[in-house]
């Protein structure tokens, strides 16, 4: 097939050209993916799309094609999917690795994924897990053998999907971000039943909540969260949108402290979040941040409300068990 007919639809002109249906667009990005579409091409057509706005019909069409080219997840699929996908030029530490781990103590098993770009070295997710306790897997195999044993893994875009990683960079060329870094967010590698994403801007949580509609997410929260993580700012109230039982949802969710705080207010350091976890650190703005993005990945799953103050409280009991 050719690929220059999809560069046609987006690009004819006032009044003629028009977005991508879903099939259209899962028939693209498989031809991307294949690596039969020229560079030039999908760099125009992902240009395209961005001058136009994405549609949910081309991030879900674009997440069914990606998910056709992952290995199969070994095993039981883990019940939370948490993508990290930010670049979090404006964040501090990354808190919500703790609130991921409380969800993963209540019996919830969590696969976070990510790569992020233009991080502060302070506020790298990666270099913060060794701190939050959380082990990085080298594979799908892998990650799925640490669910297994801790309940939690994180595994890098790099480990199972190096080509998404390749359209994600073109970012560095074309100096813009794409619908790539929208369909990473969705695309849920390990088919999870619940799902949890974060934005920077405000008008993707609709895009990201139709797309899961479209893809028959069954539960799905997503939020402008830190950094464009999923991680709550609790001096503020909340917009939340997703889907619930597979079809869309809205709600909020009340401040919680009437202190007010920018998350990087202060300089991070990533051995803070294991202060924090210890009890060696009284940061009750932080702790309220784990605690209100932990709150809302558990209602996600299902858990009913209140479950994250008890696991905090009993974290260190568990962790013994």
Same mark, same amino acid.
């Given at each position: 097939?050719?690929?220059? +007919? ?7 002109? +006032? ?67 948490? +993508?990290?996908? $930010? ?68 595994? +890098? ?37 619940? $799902? ?126």
């Amino acid at each position: 097939m050719s690929f220059a +007919p999809y560069v046609r639809i987006l690009g004819r002109g +006032p009044g003629r050209s028009r977005s991508l249906t879903q099939e259209e667009a899962r028939e693209a990005m498989a031809l991307i993916l294949s690596g039969e579409a020229a560079p030039e091409a999908v760099g125009a057509l992902l240009m395209l799309m961005r001058f136009r706005g994405e549609t949910a019909g081309e991030v879900a069409g674009f997440v069914e094609a990606a998910r056709a080219t992952l290995a199969p997840w070994p095993g039981a699929a883990p019940a939370l999917d948490w +993508p990290s996908y $930010a670049a979090g030029r404006t964040r501090g530490l990354p808190w919500f690795l703790l609130s991921a781990r409380l969800v993963a103590q209540a019996g919830a098993p969590v696969l976070l994924h990510g790569w992020n770009s233009h991080q502060k070295a302070a506020a790298s997710v990666r270099a913060a897990l060794p701190a939050a306790g959380i082990a990085e897997a080298g594979s799908m195999e892998e990650a799925s053998e640490v669910i297994a044993r801790d309940g939690i893994a994180y595994l +890098p875009l790099e480990a199972f999907a190096p080509r998404l990683l390749e359209l994600l960079r073109l970012r560095d060329v074309l100096g813009l971000r794409s619908a790539v870094n929208t369909v990473l967010r969705v695309l849920n590698p390990a088919r999870a039943p619940a $799902a949890v994403q974060g934005v920077f801007h405000p008008p993707y949580r609709d895009l990201q909540a139709d797309a899961c509609d479209l893809l028959g997410q069954p539960a799905m929260t997503v939020l402008k969260g830190g950094g464009g993580e999923f991680e709550r700012h609790p001096s503020k109230e909340i917009a939340l949108f997703g889907t619930r039982g597979g079809t869309r949802w809205e709600a909020s969710a009340p401040a919680l402290e009437e202190e007010t705080r920018r998350l990087a207010d202060e300089a991070p350091d990533p051995s803070d979040l294991a202060r924090l976890w210890r009890g060696e650190s009284e940061d009750d703005f932080a702790r309220a941040i784990v605690l209100g993005t932990a709150e809302l990945a558990l209602e996600t799953c299902g858990f009913a409300p209140g479950l994250a103050q008890e696991l905090w409280a009993n974290r260190h009991a568990a962790r013994a068990a």
